[in-house]
């Protein structure tokens, strides 16, 4: 009997949007992370200068979508996401997979509805922690979450709250959002 290795081969891709550059890791089973940056990627390599992996390419297509029409990517299959975070069964998991199947583009929830949607109405804390260790912005929206008052809430530690509040309008959000103190 033969041992595989579990070990992923990862990628690392770089792709400019509307919102700033975002950095792409991935393996050939799945993305890892995207983390959005208004830094320069140097280690990073332009996605038109590589050869990227089936589910990279996927992801690059689907955002490059998503950045002209938002509602586009409704016809499109997602990029497979292989984040180790995303492999256990955890509530934090739940709630992140309860949010990529259950929250459309254009609409939003707030942290109280999702942790009922999730299975447990007494967890809006732990909601918010979800979003925090979200790895794979935009492919999970934790942008669409919002607090019950009405308020944006937080997105990337407070520092992209005008990305989140782009992606919202991006999609055709209407309604006043508000920043939260």
């Known amino acids: ?56 390419q996927r992801c690059v297509s689907w955002l490059q979508s998503y950045f002209i029409s938002a ?26 997979r309860t949010l990529q199947d259950r929250v459309s583009v254009g609409e939003t929830v707030s942290y109280k509805q999702l942790a009922e949607m999730a299975g447990n109405s007494g967890a809006v804390r732990a909601v918010g922690g979800a979003m925090r260790r979200n790895p794979v912005p935009l492919l999970i929206p ?8 009405g308020a944006i809430g937080g997105f990337m530690g407070r520092k992209g709250i005008e990305v989140k509040l782009w992606l919202l309008r991006h999609e055709g959000v209407k309604t006043n959002l508000t920043h939260t103190p």
Do not use: W
């Not at 509602?71 to 992140?96: C, G, N």
């Not at 934790?142 to 008052?149: A, D, T």
């Open 1 to 56: 009997m033969s041992r595989h290795s579990t070990t992923c081969v990862l990628q690392c891709v770089s792709l400019q949007s509307p919102v700033g550059e975002l950095l792409l890791h991935g393996c050939e089973k799945g993305v890892h992370t995207i983390t959005i940056t208004m830094e320069n990627a140097q280690s990073a390599v332009n996605y038109a200068d590589v050869e990227l992996n089936v589910e990279l």
């Open 71 to 96: 509602k586009s990517v409704t016809s499109l299959t997602p990029p497979a996401i292989h984040h180790p975070l995303l492999q256990t069964e955890t509530f934090s998991v739940r709630v992140l």
């Open 142 to 149: 934790c942008h669409r979450v919002l607090c019950s008052s």
